[in-house]
């Protein structure tokens, strides 16, 4: 049982470059986030979904996009990369939207833009 | 207003210590107040969370303190041990959204 998986780990782009985080989950979770994570600014939500075909915008939506296709993969792609996208980007999922269900998170991808 | 006040940035507590971790909301619209742990090279984990109409939670040696009036809580590490480094979050939720805090950096010294 992976739980989430998030890949790559790793990656560096080069400015103007586009790239897509891949989020994948197998605990058949409808909820998924996608947050990136500063330091000194703790995690903030980018979009989520809240099923399959229905996304929508989070805190800082701009510059990224994302689409929901099925159940398992929630991707998250960057069209034109910009230095201020160097982050951290974590996925989560959530069993139900109720405030008490804790969100369980991938590894993260770390992502530098140069 | 959204935010959640965390506080100290980074903390060193010696092994055997207490670490306390304060947080500060403004929206009373949140229901329910989880901590996460981060350790390097993963994702935070859920740690242990509070209701607002509870004063206090304990589960071993992580105690939650809430104080709904002050639209304070706090988290309490009792004989704090190194492998209780991390990076440690507040949040505030609410239906479909998690509000975090900007985290802070535990070292526990052996």
């Known amino acids: 049982n992976a739980g989430v998986t998030q890949t790559p780990k790793f990656r560096i782009l080069k400015i103007g470059q586009s790239m897509t985080l891949q989020c994948t989950q197998d605990m058949n979770h409808n909820y998924m986030y996608w947050y990136r994570q500063d330091p000194g600014m703790g995690l903030k939500l980018i979009y989520y979904?809240?099923?399959?075909?229905?996304?929508d915008k989070g805190e800082v939506p701009n510059g990224y996009n994302v689409s929901r296709s099925t159940t398992e993969d929630f991707p998250l792609r960057l069209e034109l990369a910009a230095p201020s996208q160097t982050s951290v980007y974590f996925c989560?999922?959530?069993?139900?939207?109720?405030?008490?269900?804790?969100?369980?998170f991938g590894d993260g991808t770390r992502l530098s833009i140069l | 207003q959204q935010q959640v006040k965390q506080s100290p940035q980074s903390l060193i507590v010696q092994k055997g210590g207490i670490s306390i971790i304060n947080c500060a909301y403004e929206?009373?619209?949140?229901?329910?107040f989880p901590w996460y742990q981060q350790f390097p090279g993963k994702g935070p984990a859920l740690l242990i969370a509070i209701r607002p109409d509870v004063s206090e939670k304990k589960e071993g040696r992580f105690t939650i303190s809430f104080n709904k009036s002050a639209k304070q809580f706090s988290l309490h590490i009792m004989d704090s041990q190194p492998g209780d480094s991390a990076t440690y979050f507040c949040a505030a939720a609410l239906p479909n959204k998690l509000v975090f805090g900007a985290g802070t950096i535990l070292r526990v010294k052996s």
């Open positions: 979904s809240v099923g399959a075909g229905i996304t």
């Open positions: 989560a999922t959530q069993d139900t939207p109720r405030s008490n269900q804790p969100q369980h």
């Open positions: 929206n009373t619209a949140f229901d329910y």
